[in-house]
């Protein structure tokens, strides 16, 4: 059979050209990595703080404390009730509790401040040398936190919550606001960034040169202690009157710690 004269003639590459892009390949994989490393480079001299060739980094830390008195109360309240069988026992606690939170609204604790922490119902058991565990009664639980913004009314509220069933109560715990909060870290925050800037003058005094500017601030982290839990005592207002119990909010320490970097030079 012949081959018709009209058929295309099919040219494979030759061996040489084939050879020369397989030998590209690696230089152009060569270049890129290269122009990465290049741009990483750019990227990281940028974020960099520039300083003069004469002059010295110089890091302080320093933290300042602002003091404030409370103007918030956390008080953790509740009823624990008890009967032979669970229903009884949830039952007991919930017309108790309602009389309780009936007794916070009252108060003039918002609904925004009330919030439950928890519900529980435990059995009760009695235990026998030799003999398994047997089930007497059970214990229900209910507590809410609440929140009162008149530290006034710490006492007063706490006595009217006791006389309406609560039989259990936590705290108080003393905070502020978050107005007052932030404006106390602010103050905190000045404090801070004044120790640092003398620091950095006695350094640089100590080093004869001068501090040229603040190159960066860094906050390390701000700190407000819990207060510890007050004791509550009973007073008489006078001969035969109920007792009344007081509270003492005392005074909050709110602390700010900064890092900031210097430079130093002739």
């Known amino acids: 059979m012949t081959r018709s004269s009209s058929s295309p003639l099919v040219r494979l590459p030759s061996l040489s050209s084939r050879l020369s892009r397989l030998s590209l390949r690696p230089l152009a994989l060569a270049a890129v990595l290269a122009f990465g490393a290049a741009t990483a480079m750019t990227a990281s001299a940028q974020t960099a703080p520039y300083v003069a060739t004469d002059g010295t980094l110089l890091s302080v830390s320093a933290e300042s404390t602002a003091k404030r008195t409370p103007n918030i109360a956390t008080v953790s309240t509740g009823v624990v009730t008890q009967a032979a069988d669970a229903n009884a026992a949830m039952r007991a606690n919930a017309e108790q509790m309602a009389k309780v939170v009936a007794a916070i609204k009252a108060a003039g604790i918002a609904e925004r401040d009330i919030q439950t922490s928890g519900i529980n119902l435990n059995p009760q058991y009695r235990y026998q040398e030799n003999q398994p565990p047997q089930i007497t009664g059970y214990q229900a639980n209910n507590n809410v936190n609440i929140v009162i913004r008149d530290i006034s ?27 007052d909060k932030d404006a106390a870290f602010d103050e905190a925050r000045r404090g801070a960034i004044e120790k640092a800037q003398a620091r950095a003058e006695m ?39 109920a007792a009344d119990t007081s509270v003492s909010p005392g005074e909050n320490s709110l602390s700010m710690n900064l890092d900031v970097v210097f430079e130093l030079g002739k």
Do not use: C, H
């Not at 509220?157 to 705290?171: H, K, R, Y």
């Open 203 to 241: 350094y640089a005094k100590t080093l004869g040169m001068k501090v040229r500017r603040i190159v960066s601030v860094s906050e390390g982290g701000r700190f407000a202690p819990p207060m510890p839990m007050p004791m509550m005592a009973m007073r008489m207002e006078k001969a035969g009157a």
């Open 153 to 179: 009314k710490v006492g007063k509220i706490l006595d009217s919550l006791v006389a309406t069933g609560a039989n259990q109560i936590n705290g108080p715990t003393f905070d502020l606001d978050d107005k």
